[in-house]
Each structure stands twice: as structure tokens, then as C-alpha cells.
């Protein structure tokens, strides 16, 4: 037979607070006859009476007293379905996975992360980091929901890329080395100095090395690294010169200072996923 539904379970409980089938099928709007349908139907099922008439009013039998507990607690349960349902489609509960750069990490995510747990505390945000190729390629496998990725993305059908800001890159001078005034620096002035830049492969290098191929002359890397931070750390300690995205310097680098390029180069971010961007991370709309 089939199993006991809502709406047979909320109809007995309705009757048996109201008195009456008729009063019951009022509050739920339905008919007299569907609701002593769905009684009949209840009653067949667990195989027992389950109410009885008595001076006029519809009371429960012993075995309807019984059933009351269960009753209600299937109700709350699904309400609480109902409620955890809902906070997920409104993006208000859940899990989203999402990939971004070292860069990104450090000097982007923590106003939008801050932002995203005020709105949605129940939300839980899983952040993974690397370059932008391995990125991508972990949404397109299903393991990520979203990333935050330096363009250009290679596309696939699969992948929706959705252009979020622009970064421009500056160079990077020890401070007691750095050019003076604030003149913009060019690639053949940058090629002379020795080059701590990001490691070779990833997406930002490439965008620097095109930089000064247009240029035509080839930089003088003296050291390749994947961590931005150390780059810094290096650059201050009068070790090279570097060329870094504005989002990781900030308004000052201790032990450095930074100049604008000539003529100027940027990056732009994008967010990559297979569905429409959520609308949970308040802080990453295009701009």
C-alpha cells in the first residue's frame, strides 16, 4: 500500500484539534468528502480506527491518541525540509567552491569573503588557490563552482567567462634604487635591471613577457617565484626589480617603492564557471 502522506497526517491532526471533519476541511481548504477521504485512506493504511464520533463532536481513539507525537514531529520535519530547501535557493545556505590566484587571495577575497558571511551566515565558502590554467580546468571538471581567473581564459562550450575588473601592473624598485620622481618606466629601462618575476607558465608572466617582447627586448630574470609576497620581500631587500599587479601593492611596499609603466599594462579578472555567477558574493560585480 502506499506510504502515509502530509496531507493525510495534517488533516487527522486538524480534526482532532477542531472536533469536526467539516471545520477541518474549512482550515485546509478542502471538501467534506476529500477530507474524510484522506481519513479513510489513513485509517486503511495503518490498519486501525483512528476516530469516532461521541456527543457530536469527532474525537480520537486510542490509537489516534497514540498517533498525535509521531504526527506532529512528521509535520515540523517537514517544514524543516521546506525552510533548508529554501535557503538554498535563495543562495542563502550551501556550499560554494571557489578557485582564485595567490594575488587574488590575499589582497581581494577577505572584503568579499567578510561581506558574503555578514549576508549569508550559513553559507560555506571553500577556497582553493593556484595558477589560472589548473583553475579553470577544475571548474570545467565539476570540482570548483566558480574562479576568479586572470584573461585570457581558454573557452569551452561549458564555460561561462564573465569579466570582473582591471588590474593594472606597475614595476617594482628596491627604495634606494628606484628611479627618481614618478615618471612612468619603460621595458628597455626595466630590461637593464636584474628581474625577480612570477614564475614561468602561468598567465600574469605571460602578459609581462608580451609586455616586453612588444617592446623588443628581453628582461633580465634573475629569479622565478610563484609566491607574490616573497617578491616583495625580495624587491625591499635590494635583491631585483619586479612588475606587479596594483592589487597586491597597495598604497606602499615597506623597503620598496613602485612606478607606473610606459606605455601602461594591466590584467583583467574574470569570474569563470558553468552557470551564471551567483549573486552570494557581493564586492564581485563587473566593474
Known sequence: MPNLTLRQIRTLLT????????????????????????LREL?????????????????PTAAGEALVGPARRALVAAEDVEAAAAL???????????GTGATACIHLLPPVLAAVHRQHPSLEVIV????TADMVRRVEDGDLDLALATMPVQRSRSLLVTPLLTDSLFALFPENSAPSGTAPVNASALARLPLILYEAGGTM?????????RAGVRPNVSMELGSIEAIKGLV???????VLPAAALGAKVPGAEWRPLRPALSRRLAVVSTHPPTAAFPGLGAR
Do not use: C, Y
Request: proline letters at 1%; a positive charge; hydrophobic letters at 40%.
Open 15 to 38: 480534526v482532532i484539534e477542531t472536533g469536526s471533519v467539516s471545520a477541518a476541511a474549512r482550515i485546509l481548504g478542502m471538501t467534506q468528502p476529500a477530507a474524510s477521504q484522506q
Open 43 to 59: 485509517e486503511r493504511r495503518v490498519g486501525v480506527r483512528l476516530l469516532e464520533r461521541a456527543s457530536g463532536r469527532t474525537l
Open 88 to 98: 538554498h535557493r535563495k543562495g542563502e545556505a550551501g556550499r560554494v567552491r571557489l
Open 128 to 131: 582553493a588557490t593556484g595558477n
Open 205 to 213: 608572466r605571460g602578459l609581462i613577457d608580451a609586455w616586453f617582447a
Open 236 to 242: 625591499a631587500s635590494g635583491l631585483g626589480a619586479s
